[in-house]
T-cell receptor, first 113, second 111 residues
Framework: ETGVTQSPTHLIKTRGQQVTLRCSSQ?????VSWYQQALGQGPQFIFQ???????GRGNFPPRFSGLQFPNYSSELNVNALELDDSALYLC????????????FGPGTRLTVT | GQQLNQSPQSMFIQEGEDVSMNCTSS?????WLWYKQDPGEGPVLLIA?????ELTSNGRLTAQFGITRKDSFLNISASIPSDVGIYFC???????????FGDGTTLTVKP
């Protein structure tokens, strides 16, 4: 059983650019959530995807968008990057339903200069 | 929005000592979760609590879901060097994907 994987590991972008981060879910998991973790803070929920549809969103602007594919892998897209977008972006997969727990990937470290 | 207050922010202890950390919220949660995060890794789930008053153990770790559903604590007994890391509490209401995290307790264990 393979765990959650994310790519790339690290990324440096310039303010105003766009970025796409990728996540492969743990085998058999149909739900993916994305979190932003700023330095020294806990992860903040961005949104969740289930069956290729957004299924819940945190307090993030529309320039944060996502996709989930039929194989349950997922992308996080951020447009018009700002300096404050610099953070660790975590993907977590689970089965749907409140009793199932999430498994986190190692994250993508994004630096915006 | 919902916020979790996690304390202490950091702890420095000797190997073999017991550790206690807690989390409080202004909102009620249906599930409390405790995670550990090592440098360069994502959070790893340690204990999940689903019922008010529940006390659950995982090896040397014990966690409790507060009766008011607004707090939880985590105890680590007989700490060892590999316990070093950042411990996060998280609360969840209904959506399994959306957890609200505290800002973590950084644990340092001196041999």
């Amino acid at each position: 059983e393979t765990g959650v994987t994310q790519s790339p590991t690290h990324l440096i972008k310039t303010r105003g650019q766009q970025v796409t981060l990728r996540c492969s879910s743990q085998s058999g998991h149909n739900t993916v959530s994305w979190y932003q973790q700023a330095l020294g803070q806990g992860p903040q929920f961005i949104f969740q995807y289930y069956r290729e549809e957004e299924n819940g969103r945190g307090n993030f602007p529309p320039r944060f968008s996502g996709l989930q594919f039929p194989n349950y892998s997922s992308e996080l897209n951020v447009n018009a990057l700002e300096l404050d977008d610099s953070a660790l972006y975590l993907c977590a997969s689970s089965l749907s339903g409140t009793v199932y727990e999430q498994y986190f990937g190692p994250g993508t470290r994004l630096t915006v200069t | 929005g919902q916020q979790l207050n996690q304390s202490p922010q950091s702890m420095f202890i000797q190997e073999g000592e017991d550790v206690s950390m807690n989390c409080t919220s202004s909102s009620i949660f249906n599930t409390w979760l405790w995670y550990k995060q090592d440098p360069g890794e994502g959070p790893v789930l340690l204990i999940a609590l689903y019922k008010a008053g529940e006390l659950t153990s995982n090896g040397r770790l014990t966690a409790q879901f507060g009766i008011t559903r607004k707090d939880s604590f985590l105890n680590i007994s007989a700490s060892i060097p590999s316990d070093v890391g950042i411990y996060f509490c998280a609360g969840r209401d209904t959506n399994a994907g959306k957890s609200t995290f505290g800002d973590g307790t950084t644990l340092t264990v001196k041999p």
